[in-house]
């Protein structure tokens, strides 16, 4: 739709417009993108949109995953959030469900076939509501209080479920069943790690300090615009904590477009 009627159009009508769109560089960019493939996510186009699509989506995932790469990736990426791993058939995982989304724990349900147990509904559906300035999660008779940290996805080994409409409306179903492209990729990633360890490390720690100095500059960014929304008698050119604030982001943000040469170069 994007490239066969939506961007002719725009050409036709004069639209000024990016001749080398990309939907990826458009929802995502290098350093995200580069922290994914370290976590384990191959990095041929179509993953990255899936990568894309697990991560924004504003319902859960239920991830179509033959070969086993989105359990994988996912495993490592919530690493830092205690990901809870559980099947439908775990002892108490209702509770442990309900529990994760009182703290904020990431969950992911693997192993799936076609059934999905209806008593996650109220979670798929996110059934919230406020009660007293509070985010509450009406599941079963009970309401338990939602942490916005929380997160649920859901693994299917199944090549070709067939699941009902009803699901399709309640999750977001990503296949993430491995191209050619993909398993190119993720063979050379292998030999690369094999054969040149070390240029792997340095790829993967340029991917780490990108991240930080990207962070740091949107906090510099924010710092900016608070400064500049602040009133104040002193003109623009005379407010010296303003003008050290923009020095130091204009530096920063060198750095980085340096850093991610760099990374390219190396990823190269």
Do not use: H
Not at 171 to 187: A, P
């Amino acid at each position: 739709m994007i490239f066969d009627d939506w961007k002719p159009d725009l050409i036709n009508r004069k639209i000024p417009n990016k001749e080398s769109f990309k939907l990826e560089n458009f929802l995502t960019d290098d350093v995200e993108v580069s922290r994914w493939t370290a976590e384990g996510l191959p990095s041929d186009e179509l993953s990255i949109q899936n990568g894309i699509l697990t991560t924004s989506a504003s319902r859960w995932p239920l991830c179509i995953d033959p070969q086993m790469q989105a359990v994988s990736w996912i495993k490592e990426k919530e690493k830092k959030n205690n990901v809870l791993v559980m099947t439908f058939n775990t002892d108490g995982f209702v509770k442990r469900l309900e529990n994760a989304i009182k703290f904020g724990q990431s969950v992911l349900f693997e192993g799936l076939d076609t059934f999905i147990d209806p008593i996650i509904d109220p979670v798929l559906e996110k059934n919230i509501t406020k009660e007293a300035g509070v985010e509450v999660l009406a599941m079963g008779d009970q309401k338990i209080e939602y942490n916005p940290d929380f997160k649920m996805c859901l693994i299917t080994k199944l090549a070709n479920p067939a699941y009902s409409p009803e699901v399709f409306g309640k999750t977001m179903v990503i296949n993430f069943s491995v191209t050619q492209g993909g398993l190119k990729d993720q063979l050379l990633n292998m030999v690369v790690e094999y054969e040149k360890p070390e240029l792997e490390k340095m790829r993967k720690d340029l991917i780490v300090q990108t991240s930080a100095n990207k962070q740091e500059l949107k906090e510099l960014e924010d710092l900016l615009l608070s400064e500049l929304s602040k009133k104040t008698d002193v003109p623009l050119v005379d407010n010296e904590p303003l003008i050290k604030i923009l020095e130091t982001a204009k530096e920063k943000s060198i750095n980085i477009g340096n850093s991610l040469e760099v990374a390219k170069e190396t990823s190269a």
